[in-house]
């Protein structure tokens, strides 16, 4: 109970907030729900409504501030302790998300929707089994409730199990044909072939009116599979230009200022740095650098195949720790690199290995294979200099067009644009190359094409490298059951190492002004 009688105009006050953020109207809501507070600071509605405004905006951690006084005043309330994990959960502090989130679905156990949004942060989080059965229990609540049996489908390709991820996005299309999900997961497979049919229902669902978005990307990235399935390369080439189009216009990205922070990270590590106390710490850790679509998964993979590794996946515990230091200085990163201590370096290398103690519960060393990473080897050479360290790189013109090809779940602003995707390639390069000649004995340098060409030579000098004894069954990978995170690579890694994955042969003819670009670049450092 709030401490002040509820006055007619706060009634009222609220009534209109609840419908404002209904329609998506946060800032008529703010005003609202600030009138209201101002009133009533306490008041327990307010402050959840607030915190919902907050969450809607994107501000994680002032909305979980604003729901956790709410759940402090009504700790019974299940919708309550539900936002509350879903803003913790956003703003990074994912086990007192969990927390709240099991909570709630124990206030109210009949109700779907709770157990939907567990199962979420839990897939999020990576622990697939506990979500596959919150997902299961939302669909015993709901047998209609079609982002559970999304998730449930998502999982399966994670697990690799092909079949059941088919028919579960098969199920949701009979139910919606429209749904672009379940078409984009079904794409998503590149196992999966796509027929004609599935080609007249994607373009039915793209003529509909008003499309959000959000889903006529999806669908035009569907659309491109498709075609390229049925082997109209010209078709599929248009589809995918139009959704990458549609995809760039919705995003920000500023190639100059992404040229001057790697610029800046040059500079930052140009000079003498302070030597680590201790040279053996991280080498639990091996850090897989590479631009996306060029072998991280694959190379991953194959050391998770290993008795010793765990494969982490795509885990953001290393940037982080550098944005957490980066709060607590008031600088950016790389502009505190040069007043770091070696102390510094050291206490930001056991942050990251208490962060990711979980990756280690069951064998002694993990993989780190984040899409980041190349941006932060001379950080982490710094943090955790007994870490290896594996720089992988793929063909450019491969590389850039498989990025093109493929709908990212978040981030990765530049691969929407052929031009931009090139730009940013070179500055990859660029600062890749200087991490190898600054640090050659601590980074192995793994070509994509070469290791599939050439298995068995190349993973056993991987193994070598990374001081891990020789295991054959690292040469058949693809047999190894284990979760994959990346639902773009999770069904590929689980057929034979192939050397026939290239893409850009059918696509020559609009992907040259591409191969200028890397050619003329090729011609300048020569």
Not at 196 to 215: H, S
Not at 441 to 468: A, G, K
Not at 474 to 503: F, G, K, N, Y
Request: aromatic share 8%; glycine share 4%.
């Amino acid at each position: 109970m709030s401490s002040h009688p509820t006055s007619p105009p706060i009634s009222q006050w609220m009534a209109e907030a609840g419908q404002a953020l209904g329609r998506g109207k946060l800032d008529a809501a703010e005003r609202l729900l600030k009138q209201v507070l101002a009133i009533n600071p306490v008041m327990a509605d307010a402050r959840y409504l607030y915190g919902i405004t907050c969450l809607m905006r994107g501000q994680a951690a002032e909305a979980a501030d604003w729901l956790r006084k709410a759940v402090e005043q009504r700790p019974a309330d299940a919708n309550m302790r539900t936002y509350l994990g879903c803003a913790l959960h956003d703003a990074g502090a994912f086990d007192e998300a969990l927390i709240h989130l099991r909570r709630a679905c124990e206030l109210a156990p009949q109700q779907a929707k709770l157990r939907y949004n567990l199962g979420k942060a839990l897939k999020e989080r990576g622990q697939l089994s506990e979500a596959n059965e919150a997902f299961r229990q939302t669909l015993t609540l709901d047998a209609q409730h079609v982002l559970a049996r999304l998730g449930v489908a998502d999982i399966a390709t994670m697990r690799g199990d092909i079949p059941r991820a088919v028919a579960e996005y098969r199920h949701v299309l009979r139910q919606q044909p429209g749904r672009a999900e379940a078409w984009h997961g079904l794409a998503n497979l590149k196992t999966e072939p796509l027929g004609p049919d599935d080609i007249a229902l994607i373009r039915r669902a793209l003529g509909e009116p008003n499309l959000p978005p959000d889903t006529r990307v999806m669908l035009g990235f569907s659309l491109f599979r498709a075609l390229e399935d049925q082997q109209d390369y010209a078709g599929a080439f248009h589809a995918l230009r139009q959704a990458n189009a549609d995809k760039r216009r919705q995003i920000h990205w500023d190639a100059a200022a992404e040229r001057a922070q790697i610029d800046r990270i040059l500079e930052a590590f140009q000079g003498p740095l302070p030597a680590p106390p201790d040279a053996t710490l991280g080498k639990e850790v091996i850090f897989i650098a590479s631009m996306p679509r060029s072998g991280s998964t694959l190379v991953e993979h194959i050391l998770a195949t290993h008795p010793e590794v765990e494969g982490a996946n795509e885990i953001a515990d290393l940037p982080q720790v550098i944005d957490d230091e980066s709060r607590r200085r008031g600088q950016p990163f790389p502009q505190w690199v040069t007043a770091a201590t070696a102390d510094d370096w050291q206490r930001l290398g056991q942050d990251y290995l208490t962060r990711t103690a979980r990756w280690r519960e069951q064998r002694p060393r993990f993989t780190d294979k984040n899409v980041v990473n190349w941006p932060l080897i001379g950080a982490v050479r710094l943090m955790l200099p007994g870490a290896k360290i594996i720089h992988c790189h793929r063909d450019p013109v491969e590389t850039c067009f498989s990025c093109y090809r493929q709908l990212f779940r978040d981030g990765l602003h530049y691969s929407y644009n052929l031009d931009e995707m090139a730009e940013h390639y070179h500055d990859y390069q660029r600062l890749s190359a200087f991490w190898l000649t600054r640090h050659p004995q601590h980074m192995l340098d793994l070509s994509y094409e070469t290791l599939v060409r050439e298995p068995e030579t190349q993973i056993r000098q991987l193994l070598t490298f990374c001081d891990l004894p020789f295991d054959p069954a690292c040469l058949t990978p693809h047999r190894t059951q284990r979760e994959v995170l990346s639902t773009a690579s999770a069904a590929q890694v689980r057929e034979p190492i192939r050397s026939d994955t290239a893409h850009t042969t059918q696509y020559l003819e609009w992907l040259q002004p591409l191969q200028r670009s890397f050619w003329n670049a090729h011609r300048s450092r020569t």
